[in-house]
């Protein structure tokens, strides 16, 4: 498939009509010995997956990619890119929602529009546990429609309000947001991509669940640890570092 998309310095596009999987096809292009910096387009996935072995339904309409890195540090180090992704979604959707559009961010990475999730970042890497051999960003963002009766509700740019999103043009600016808060990673650290995503992050301070495989746990959001896990104020425990979860607000349990 040709197409023209700006993409920053050091950034390349591989682009189909229709795919399993980008973060499968960038995965594979990854063991085959790709360099980084591969951008990985697909318009719709026939397997698209989300966290925790959810499946991610990719009609087309929808915005499905994954960028290819090398980052070269330890996994934990690696685990904050993904706050460095719904940063970069974030400033990408912006121009195209209404000016009174309510986004924030839902730890880990969900990114909400007036609440409901418009969209999903998934990570996924390789190599020994020391290093990071190379690291996939899946990133899913509903543009046309949403999926209805998912776990947590959703919603779309065309649902909030957008009009005649070129989805060229959305992922040049959601991988030149990314370009742009990389530098400020590798360069300063975890600190300003935490402190962006908290500006911005629900329920801050207030209470939240947190549904972990086994069973849920009901605290005070207190902030991100320096691996970006959560830290949950259990009511009668204290602080605890919750690595993996998902989140819930009172009102909609
Ligand atoms: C989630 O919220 O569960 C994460 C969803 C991630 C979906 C994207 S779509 C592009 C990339 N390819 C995939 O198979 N998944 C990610």
């Not at 090398?70 to 959707?93: H, I, M, T, W």
């Not at 990071?132 to 740019?157: F, K, M």
Request: charged share 25%.
């Amino acid at each position: 498939m040709t197409v023209s998309v700006n993409l920053p310095p050091g950034y390349r596009l591989k682009a189909f009509d229709t795919l399993d999987s980008t973060n499968e096809e960038a995965k594979r292009q990854a063991l085959a010995g790709a360099d980084p910096g591969l951008v990985v387009w697909a318009k719709s996935q026939s397997a698209g997956r989300g966290r925790r072995g959810r499946t991610w339904v990719s009609p087309a309409g929808g915005l499905y990619f994954s960028l290819l890195l090398k980052p070269d540090c330890p996994p934990a180090r690696a685990a904050q890119l993904s706050f460095v992704s719904a940063l970069a979604v974030a400033e990408g959707v912006a121009p195209d929602l209404p000016r009174d559009r309510g986004i924030a961010f839902k730890w880990p990475n969900d990114l909400l529009v007036n609440g409901r999730k418009i969209s999903g970042i998934l990570l996924e890497s390789g190599g020994g546990s020391a290093r990071v051999a190379w690291l996939v960003v899946g990133i899913g963002i509903n543009v046309d429609s949403h999926p209805e009766g998912t776990e947590y509700p959703a919603t779309s740019l065309f649902g909030e309000g957008a009009k005649g999103v070129r989805h060229g043009e959305l992922l040049g600016r959601v991988v030149a947001a990314f370009h742009g808060w990389l530098g400020i990673w590798e360069r300063e650290g975890f600190e300003p991509v935490r402190e962006a995503w908290l500006g911005a992050a629900r329920g801050l301070g207030e209470p939240i669940s947190v549904r972990l495989p086994d069973r849920t746990l009901d605290g005070i959001f207190r902030g991100l640890a320096a691996e970006g896990a959560l830290i949950l104020d259990v009511l009668g425990e204290g602080e605890r570092i919750i690595p993996a979860g998902d989140v819930y607000f009172p009102a909609e349990e």
